[in-house]
Structures are given as structure tokens and as C-alpha cells.
């Protein structure tokens, strides 16, 4: 398997919003809307915070699947594609052929206790083995039911469903459903495709992996790129996501997850391809990245994990501090088979910590959020048309939100929506419905409707 993720900025002829900044002014001076015909409009003494003013934290786990360990099933079609490569020589044989539902309870049962939101990938025919809508060998039917059931009861409500294309190895003739004969780099779904691809031709792609997990009652409102799949065809992946989740599921913004920055790269996500701005007829697709590599225990799930890269014990160091320091969102990553890692769990073990020790420091200053939800507060933050005229502003939002978050100068008494807001006495109580003075400022948070709406005073 390639490396998995390394992030090329939007320089990819993808036609981001405003390239890669965020339409939010860096200071306080205010908060760069638009109006409806596009242009960018200075808003005196308003500025977008962060939602609830906390720094957004996820979890992204890639090649999860019902039942099948991937790490072991993957291994050797990668060698047999790509035959010098160390990694897939390893004894494969030895590691499990199941991640346990048992494992996936108790995993999602812990999150859930503490609140730990992010995605999850459901491989619609993880390598090749069984269709999770269908059947899976060597696993009974009731299995596999069992299993699906499991997900839509306890990682549905906190954790994006997304697949991570159709097999995660072998690419798919979507005219058989069967993989295609050939087997080489070019054929497998990590380095495809490796020519031009049309949109449309993507998004067929995209749609076939949706449709089975559709057919499974798991809701989808993005895709996971099975390592360097697209690679070759940013831009036109980037429309495709946003074709095809809207073909098969009734999502108004479509967003997905590719990419990984390191270093100084900001980790806030992309809006690409908007079109229709100031429409009834809005399109674009949101690209949110992760903000670290996967640490845990690999996609094979036979490393040891590095856990005090992502923090130390006490939240002092690591690239999870350093991006809540730097408040912008601190997405991590992880292989579900590096959480199992063949039956030791020394990677869920890792996981724990790190959670605890982020939750000891910074518990009152960040929230768990999914990667739909992210995706979908930047795109409210970027491109809801905001005016303030004396003791009133007017929102023209073209997605709704929750916790939508302002800092508000010079604001007197307190701020009405529809009805009076509950005013709270420290930062860390804000949440919809509530408001924060300081000095002569305010927070504001609240629900954001999609449409008009009015904030005033008096």
C-alpha cells in the first residue's frame, strides 16, 4: 500500500473557494462575508468564531468494514499487484481474519461515554471477500446482519458512514461488478486511475460504492479516498463527491476526505467548486483534512503506536496541542486495523490515553465534532451573507448550523433572535441558545437557519 495521505495543497486545478484561506479575517477587526452577487464585504465589529469558541477535535478511522480484519485480507492482493514492496511480505498469514463486533462495541461504547465524534468507513466489498449487503463468506448471514446493526445503533449517531470506495484493492468493472482481470498497479483502487477520468466517470465509481451502503440503511454524506485514488484527478474527484452523494442520498453539502497536512499547513477545510453563490441552486463540495498522520498501529496493525506524537501525558506536546494551540480543527487519523492490532488492542490502548490526557487540559476548550459537521460549520462560517446596520444584524445563510459563534464589539443589553438568548457567566458555558459579555464585547452562539434570520438588541 502506498503511502497512505500526504496533502498537496489546493494547487490541484481544483477550483477552491478563495483558494485555500478561509474567508475569515485573521484578526478581530471583522468578518469577511459576501453578498449575493459574490463580493467580499467587510462586517465592523462581527467576526465568525469557532463553534461554542472551542477548537473542533475528530477522529478519522479508515479501512473499518463489518467483521473483516483488512490488514490481513489486503496484504497479499497488494503483493501480488506490487511484488517489490516490503511491507506486503510480511506474515500476513499469522495476523486475524475478523475485527470482532465484540471490539467494535466496546470501542464505540467508550467513545460514545466521553463524546468522541469522526468518521467511520464501511468497505462495501473490503477486498474483495463479501458484499456487506449481501453476503460475506465464512461469516453467517445472521453475522452480517448482526454486524450492520451494530453500526447503525452505536457508531451512526456520533461517526460519519462513509465507504472508502468499493473494495479497497481491486478496482471494480462496474459492468460485471466484478474486479477486473488484470491484476497491476493500475488496477487497484490505491493508485487509480492512472489516466484521465470525466467527472461522470468518477462519480458512477463513487455511486456504486454509495448505492451499497445505502442498501445497508447506512447514511452517507461523503466518501473516504482508499489511499492515492484520484490522485491524478483532484479537481474532477472533487465534483464527482459532490455528483454522486447527491445521486444516491438527499445531502445538500457533500464533503470527503483525502488529505492530511503536516507541519504549518492550515487544517481548516477547503469549500471547492462553489457555483451558484447567492442561488437557490448552491453547489460545492467541502474537503476537510486530517491534521496527523496515523501513529497508532498502521494499517496492518503491527506497529507499535508512537502515542505522545499525537500528545504527551499531560497535553504539553504533541501535533494534537499544537493545532488546538494554534485553534484550528485537530483531526486525527488512524487504520481500524492499527486499533485492533491483531487481538492486542494496543492501539485502542493509545487512543485511550490520548483522549484522557486531551480531555484533562483541554476538555472546556475544544468539542467533538464529525467530519459532516465541520465541513458543514466552515461552509456556514465562509459564506453566510452578514450585515450589521446599528443595533441589528442580518444573517443570509445558505446552510443552516448549530453553535454557530460570534464575537460582537461595542453590543449593549442583551441579544435577541427570536426570542431573548440565556446569558452565561463563563466562555466555556457557551452553546446554542446563550450569550457571553466581556468588556464591551460579545459572544453570541446559536442555531444559524438556512435562510434569513436577525440578531438585535433593545
Not at 502506498?2 to 486545478?13: C, E, I, P
Not at 466521553?114 to 468518521?119: H, S, T
Not at 457555483?275 to 497508532?296: C, E, I, Q, S
Amino acid at each position: 500500500m502506498q503511502t497512505r495521505r500526504a496533502f498537496l495543497a489546493t494547487g490541484l486545478g481544483v477550483a477552491a473557494h478563495s483558494g485555500s484561506r478561509s474567508l475569515i479575517a485573521d484578526d478581530d477587526v471583522g468578518t469577511v462575508s459576501r453578498d449575493a452577487s459574490g463580493a467580499d464585504q467587510q462586517i465592523v465589529g462581527v467576526k465568525v468564531l469557532l463553534p461554542r469558541n472551542r477548537v473542533p477535535l475528530s477522529f478519522v478511522i479508515d479501512d473499518s468494514t463489518c467483521l473483516v480484519n483488512m490488514g490481513h485480507f489486503c496484504t497479499p492482493q497488494f503483493a501480488e499487484a506490487l511484488p517489490d514492496r516490503g511491507e506486503y511480505k510480511k506474515p500476513w498469514r499469522d495476523w486475524p481474519r475478523e475485527i470482532p463486533d465484540e471490539f467494535v462495541r466496546r470501542f464505540g461504547e467508550w467513545c460514545a461515554d466521553r463524546g468522541v465524534r469522526g468518521k467511520y468507513s464501511i468497505v462495501p466489498y473490503p477486498a474483495c471477500v463479501g458484499w456487506v449487503d449481501r453476503e460475506m463468506p465464512g461469516w453467517s448471514h445472521r453475522q452480517l446482519q448482526e454486524s450492520l446493526k451494530l453500526v447503525r445503533e452505536l457508531m451512526v449517531p456520533n461517526w460519519d458512514i462513509h465507504p472508502e470506495m468499493i473494495t479497497h484493492t481491486r478496482v471494480i468493472d462496474l459492468k460485471t461488478g466484478r474486479p477486473k482481470e488484470v491484476i497491476n498497479a493500475a488496477t487497484m483502487e490505491n493508485s487509480y486511475p492512472q489516466e484521465k477520468k470525466s467527472v461522470d466517470e468518477l462519480a458512477a465509481y463513487l455511486a456504486y460504492a454509495l448505492r451499497i451502503l445505502e442498501r445497508c440503511d447506512l447514511p452517507c454524506e461523503g466518501i473516504t479516498t482508499p489511499g492515492g485514488f484520484g490522485n491524478l484527478v483532484k479537481s474532477e474527484l472533487s465534483l464527482a463527491v459532490d455528483q454522486a452523494v447527491r445521486d444516491v442520498y438527499p445531502v445538500d453539502l457533500p464533503h470527503y476526505f483525502k488529505y492530511v497536512r503536516t507541519g504549518e499547513q492550515n487544517t481548516e477545510p477547503i469549500l471547492e467548486h462553489v457555483r451558484g453563490l447567492g442561488t437557490d441552486d448552491l453547489r460545492l463540495t467541502v474537503n476537510v483534512p486530517a491534521g496527523t498522520g496515523d501513529w497508532f498501529g498502521g494499517w496492518q496493525g503491527d506497529r507499535v503506536p508512537d502515542t505522545d506524537r499525537y500528545c504527551n501525558q499531560d497535553a504539553t506536546s504533541g501535533r494534537m496541542v499544537e493545532l488546538i494551540e494554534r485553534k484550528q480543527p485537530a483531526i486525527m487519523l488512524c487504520h481500524w486495523p492499527g486499533m485492533y492490532s491483531n487481538g492486542t488492542e494496543s492501539g485502542f490502548r493509545a487512543f485511550q490515553r490520548i483522549v484522557t490526557s486531551l480531555n484533562a487540559r483541554y476538555r472546556d476548550q475544544t468539542v467533538w465534532m464529525r467530519l459532516s459537521e465541520i465541513g458543514r460549520y466552515w461552509a456556514a462560517k465562509d459564506l453566510t451573507a452578514i450585515k450589521r446596520i446599528g443595533n441589528q444584524i442580518t444573517f443570509d445563510a445558505q446552510f443552516d448550523v448549530k453553535h454557530f459563534t460570534l464575537r460582537v464589539t461595542n453590543a449593549k443589553g442583551p441579544p435577541r433572535l427570536d426570542v431573548k438568548l440565556k446569558q452565561v457567566m463563563k466562555v466555556s458555558a457557551l452553546t446554542a441558545g446563550t450569550w457571553y459579555q466581556s468588556g464591551q464585547d460579545q459572544m453570541i452562539c446559536f442555531n444559524l437557519d438556512r435562510g434569513k434570520s436577525l440578531l438585535q438588541w433593545g
